[in-house]
Each structure stands twice: as structure tokens, then as C-alpha cells.
């Protein structure tokens, strides 16, 4: 236990080393002007709602149990498909750089909404729009916990589906993203699926000795 806890330790400190270059440079340091994208009416006509940014930041939580919660083999195959996202993600991010035209957030009573409000505008400018890498690492938390069983499978997609919505309610994203971000997770968890069964057939073949 104490060996899997340092490997997947190893693991999540190369991933944020690849994030900070895939992610947080370009975020921070465009190569060009980010461009805008045209808006449906459904982001148009979506309301800004203070207090889904706490649903909208608990991505983080929602990666965080995966991490903790997945057997060595589960996690192998979450941590290939979080890469693959993060290097996919980022190639648009570097190349066809979007921003979205955030708007001032209001001040809110609760301590804790404006302290999450604070903490994506503080980390987060409003580039790296499509993509929604929020969308696509998501999607692939929900599909790595399907070998836990129905019930804690549907309550991360409903989690996730949360999520999704709140990228339009906190004004972090426009709709095409979501759908980026769908297609992203989609294509990221079919290349694992096709890398196990080559894997897995190829070990078949292999000769007993």
C-alpha cells in the first residue's frame, strides 16, 4: 500500500510538471491573440450563478478520489488517459489559443462562493477555452470508476454532468467546449481501450515457460 501511495505520488508530480507546460504557460503566455468564439444561445441566455463555482471547483475533489480510490491497474489506466488528455488539450491550446469575454464576478455574502470565485479567477485567465480540458478530465474520473460498481459509477456521472453545466453557469466556458471536451474524453478513452486488448492479446500469445 505504503509503494502504491509513492508510485501514484511519482505519477501526479510528472503530471503537474506536464501541466504547467501544456496547460498554465500557454494559459499564461499565448503565442498569438487568443480569439473569441461565436456564442450560441445557450451562453448568451445562461445566467451567471455565484454558487456553482463551488460545483465547478470541486473537479479538483472529484480527481483527487479517483486517485485515492483506484486499484494500481485502474490507476494506469486513468493516469495514460489524463496524459493523453493533457497532451491533446494543449495542442489546441498552443495552436488555435480562444479566450471567452468573462465578466466581473459579483460580491456574493458567502465566504466560501467568493473564495472559490477568487480562486479561478486568480488561477485561471479566460483562455484555454476550447477544448474544456475541465470537461474532458471529468468525463475520463466518471468512466475509470465503471469497475466500482452501478451505484458509485452513475454518482460520478451525475457529478460530472454538474460539472459540465457549472463551465456555462460560471461563465468559464462556451458550450462548443463542452462538446470539445467530450469528443477529447471520447477519443482518449478509446485509444486506452484499443492500447488493452493489443496489450492484452499480445501477453496471450506470449509463450509459457
Known sequence: ???????????FLLYACCYAIFYLYPNLNPLWEPQFISMLAIDRNTPLIPWT????TSDYLLILTVILWTSREEFNHFARMAFLVLFFCGAFFYLMPTTYPRPDYPTVSSALVNGAMWLVAAADSPANCFPSQHVALTSIC????RRRGPILHTFYWLWALAIFTSTLTTKQHYFYDILGGLVIAVC???LEYIYNRKT???TAKLPVE
Open 1 to 11: 500500500m505504503k509503494s502504491l501511495g509513492l508510485y501514484k505520488l511519482t505519477v
Open 53 to 56: 463555482f463551488l460545483i465547478y
Open 200 to 202: 492484452f492479446v499480445l
Open 142 to 145: 466518471a468512466w475509470s470508476m
Open 188 to 190: 482518449v478513452s478509446s
